[in-house]
């Protein structure tokens, strides 16, 4: 009762609580949905998004597992197959690699396999990135590797609205979908639109509207990207900021639209450069694009290290926003 | 070397008013450049003092070439080059070596280990438009990412003004004399005009305007005044156009990179033809704030130093607008050719004494045509017919001029 009157009265809230307000949202409004994961019922979630959820739901619905990300991915999709609505948590994208085969071997081909007789309406959530010092088995951003495979669709919620509402897209979608969530995103805050009770899973957006530049990016780079925009303005020079949100599929025409009217491009992404979504943004917009470009594109992506652990090295090693600064001046001619 | 028209390719550095160590502020005339349009006083934009004079006196310089160095006010003088280049150091160094540098060093930057090309580099899009317009890219001067050349490259010289790559390549005839030279000016003129008519599709609109009480009203003015403070017809044509200007600011500005940009403030170009030939239009600024009396004063200067050398190089690049006035011995009606990138000129002819009806009878009036040619891609006649409304409003009620 005291949270429901909280929510009543302010519409101000971390990307943390949005998270777990649309898990909740989710488990009241469809019997059928269920959260599972490693820690998420006693210990209420490894970065606290399912506190209080056990106590609410009960050990029915909000079900620890063990350490075993294969065994609990792989009984998701067999859930989801059964009829359930499963959200699983993987603690981090570094762990998901246990259970790459249930993902993409099971989860996004069995549609397929089965000649379209069986869906996999099954979400999975895993927080992703670097910048809380958890050194390298606990820092990558995997999500562009995600994004590789046919089948799935791949979400990156970068504000608090798409976190309080992507969720709910995704469990409606009959595709298996995975959520990235970014672990320094977790603490901002922000307010919501009263207005908005629902998010698309299919365009990119453009959180901030200017003449000479995109800059496309997702996650934690959005806020970087946002402040290297206020500092460039300040210098004249508008930039555009592009989330992309969706990062498969991606929205080629808001990517193309953008690029095309302000002929010049940088791509932030927190993943590796060598085989990114950023590459591929990049590939796609030559392809296409080539014509309406007036600079090379760029792209601002991770050292092609193992994370750091000690903090100014691993400041060191992820994009930030004089990067971003510096690689716009170099591309667009103060007016 | 600035650029002191849109049709400028590079100009003499005639002599310097600066020497290294002068103090500067802005507005200071530093130099005197002379062009095909005559000898013009360069003024400085920034404040600081002057650290190196990279021009001489009688060299020839395309636009955009650096004259001076300048220290800002509490800067260090800038080194020279230095020596040897220790901090190029291999863009594949590993990220220990990299924070590990001592500070103030930095990578070089990765876009100068690209070795030079004899293809010209030029981004894609201006690589297109380059091949849409006919324009060579070998000849353009690239002002975009390590230096490539830009789509807006492309356009300004599509529209005459860019700056040539070298000079050498500029279509000035070598045996250039010194001093104002009226082929030299005939082929600015030549190149200004064509682009206009090649590239600005034109919309001409007439109003024959009644002159008869400004002119009666600028009579009792004048009668009362020491010759030297008399009013010419000119300056409330002018004031009237500079008013209207504020009313229909959609004609004052300039037509640039496919869109209109509205000009700051409003600095008409008046049309002076020059003794030896040919004709330039320098700007009067802020027109709409002047006095009628101001107004008179800036026009009577203007024309004097158009005539005898001095106009500043600011008052070529400024006008916003153009006034072509055909003066008492002139034509009846005048339809004027756009400056580029305006969007807009402004033509008076001769005034004439003719019949005219006032009131049902047919009396004799001194009356004026006045024209507006304006670039359709800007405006519509609709408005120009308008702005001619509000001009001719203006002009009948003199004294609020």
């Known amino acids: 009762m005291k949270e429901l009157a909280a929510n009543a009265s302010t519409n101000r809230m971390t990307y943390r609580e949005a998270c777990r307000q649309a898990i909740r949202e989710a488990l009241i409004d469809d019997p059928r949905t269920l959260l599972m994961g490693e820690d998420v019922g006693l210990y209420g979630g490894c970065y606290a998004v399912s506190k209080g959820l056990l106590a609410e739901f009960g050990p029915q619905r909000i079900r620890d597992t063990p350490l075993a990300e294969a065994t609990f991915v792989g009984a998701g999709i067999g859930a989801a197959m059964a009829g359930l609505r499963p959200i699983v948590e993987i603690m981090t994208c570094n762990f998901s690699l246990l259970a790459l085969d249930q993902i993409m071997n099971n989860a996004a081909t069995i549609p397929h396999m089965s000649g379209g007789q069986f869906a996999v309406p099954l979400v999975i959530r895993m927080a992703t990135g670097a910048g809380r010092q958890l050194a390298a088995q606990h820092s990558h951003s995997l999500e562009g590797w995600f994004a590789h495979i046919p089948g799935l669709k791949v979400l990156a919620p970068g504000t608090i609205e798409d976190a309080r509402f992507m969720l709910k897209a995704a469990l409606a979608d009959p595709n298996p979908v995975i959520i990235f969530e970014h672990i320094v995103l977790y603490n901002a805050e922000g307010d919501l639109d009263p207005d908005v009770t629902s998010v698309d899973i299919a365009k990119a957006r453009i959180r901030r509207h200017g003449r000479d530049i995109s800059i496309l990016t997702y996650g934690n780079s959005l806020p970087k990207s946002l402040a290297a925009a206020e500092v460039l303005a300040a210098e004249g020079i508008e930039a555009e900021v592009v989330d992309l949100r969706v990062l498969r599929p991606l929205d080629n025409a808001t990517l193309f639209e953008s690029v095309a009217r302000t002929r010049r491009c940088i791509v932030v992404d927190e993943g590796w450069k060598s085989g990114s979504i950023s590459a591929e943004i990049a590939a796609r917009l030559s392809e296409d694009q080539f014509f309406e470009l007036d600079a090379p594109i760029r792209r601002i992506c991770s050292r092609e290290i193992p994370v750091p652990y000690a903090a100014h090295m691993e400041e060191a090693a992820l994009p930030q926003t004089p990067q971003i600064v510096d690689a716009a001046r170099s591309l667009v001619k103060p007016r | 070397m600035p650029s002191l028209g849109a049709d400028m390719e590079s100009g003499r550095l005639v002599q310097w008013l600066v020497k290294p160590g002068s103090v500067v502020k802005k507005g200071d005339v530093v130099a005197v450049v002379e062009t095909h349009k005559g000898a013009f006083e360069i003024e400085i934009f920034e404040e600081g003092v002057v650290s190196e004079l990279c021009a001489k006196e009688g060299e020839e310089l395309p636009v955009g070439a650096p004259l001076a160095r300048l220290t800002r006010p509490g800067e260090q003088s800038v080194p020279k080059a230095p020596k040897a280049a220790p901090e190029a150091i291999p863009v594949s160094v590993p990220l220990a070596v990299e924070v590990g540098r001592a500070p103030g060093t930095q990578a070089a930057p990765l876009a100068s280990f690209v070795q030079p090309s004899s293809r010209p580099r030029a981004s894609p899009a201006a690589r297109r438009r380059a091949g ?119 004609l004052n500005g300039f037509w640039e990179d496919g869109r209109f940009r509205p000009a700051d403030g ?57 006034v072509t006035s055909v003066g008492d011995r002139g034509a009846e009606s005048v339809l004027g050719v756009i400056y580029p990138p305006q969007v807009a000129i402004m033509g008076f002819g001769r005034v004439i004494e003719r019949p005219w009806i006032v009131d049902g009878q047919v009396t004799a009036r001194s009356l004026i045509i006045a024209s507006l040619a304006a670039d359709h891609r800007a405006s519509d006649g609709h408005l120009g017919g308008l702005f001619l409304s509000a001009v001719d409003r203006f002009l009948q009620e003199p004294e609020g001029l």
């Open chain 2, 132 to 250: 849409e317009l006919g324009i060579d890219l070998n000849t353009l001067k690239g002002t975009g990412f390590d230096g490539s050349v830009t789509l807006a490259d492309v356009e300004l010289a599509a529209a005459g003004g860019a700056p040539p790559k070298d000079p050498s390549s500029a279509a000035a005839p070598a045996t250039r004399r010194r001093g104002f030279d009226p082929n030299e000016m005939r082929l600015a003129i030549a190149a200004a005009m064509s682009r206009s008519k090649r590239e600005i599709p034109h919309y001409y609109l007439a109003s024959t305007i009644d002159m008869s009480r400004p002119l009666a009203w600028l009579e009792s003015f004048n009668r009362q005044r020491k010759p030297e403070e008399r009013l010419l017809p000119a300056a409330l044509l002018l004031k009237a156009t500079a008013l209207a200007l504020r009313e229909y600011p959609q």
């Open chain 2, 266 to 322: 409003v600095h008409i170009g008046w049309a002076i033809s020059l003794r030896g030939g040919g004709l330039i239009a320098p700007a009067i600024h802020e027109v709409d704030k002047h006095s009628l009396q101001s107004l008179m004063g800036a026009l009577r200067d203007l024309v004097g130093r158009a005539r005898s050398g001095g106009i500043r190089g600011s008052e070529m690049m400024d006008p916003t607008f153009t």
